[in-house]
């Protein structure tokens, strides 16, 4: 797949942009926390 980004070029998947990056690390690291957080016992 090709995006096109405003004002940029098209990219190619495996040239992601910085914000996506930070977006897909930001909803692993939620999914863990939240993950984390629902666990029975002692946190």
Not at 3 to 24: F, K, N, W
Request: hydrophobic share 45%; no cysteine.
């Amino acid at each position: 797949m090709m995006y096109a980004i405003a004002g940029g070029t098209l990219m190619g998947v495996a040239q992601e942009s910085l914000l996506d990056i930070i977006t897909r690390r930001m909803r692993v690291i939620g999914r863990w926390l939240k993950a984390t957080l629902n666990q029975r016992g002692e946190p």
